[in-house]
């Protein structure tokens, strides 16, 4: 087999996703914020990291589901709920004046943008 790394790069279905571009942007934000999280609350940096994971993790499963299955719904329903869970997260933070509230509210904007695509997602 010959393999050119030059040749056209191929994607994969959940790579065409916008939810999945989003959760991967997201991805980053989280980790910034984790970074500097006090080591004190090092269990809400290990949460907001497997919530925003989860995100991308469960967004790609779907797409490989069978298109409109209930396995596929089951998956998007979940990375909403990981999603929702990263809200959860950043609320905590705001709270507690962990972050910029620059980032916090960048990753809420983005947060509501994925939640909201994965909506539609869970119910077509």
Not at 71 to 78: L, T
Not at 82 to 91: M, P, Q, R
């Amino acid at each position: 087999m010959n393999i050119n790394p030059t040749s056209r790069h191929e994607t994969f279905a959940f790579e065409r996703l916008d939810a999945y571009r989003l959760a991967v942007e997201f991805l980053a934000v989280a980790q910034v914020l984790t970074r500097r999280l006090p080591r004190t609350k090092g269990q809400l940096g290990d949460q907001l990291a497997r919530a925003s994971e989860g995100i991308v993790l469960r967004i790609a499963e779907g797409a490989g589901a069978e298109f409109k299955s209930a396995d596929q719904k089951r998956y998007f329903r979940s990375a909403r709920g990981s999603a929702l869970e990263c809200a959860a997260v950043l609320d905590i933070c705001r709270v507690r004046r962990i972050g910029s509230t620059a980032q916090l509210e960048q990753g809420r904007s983005m947060l509501v943008r994925i939640v909201q695509m994965l909506t539609r997602l869970s119910r077509s």
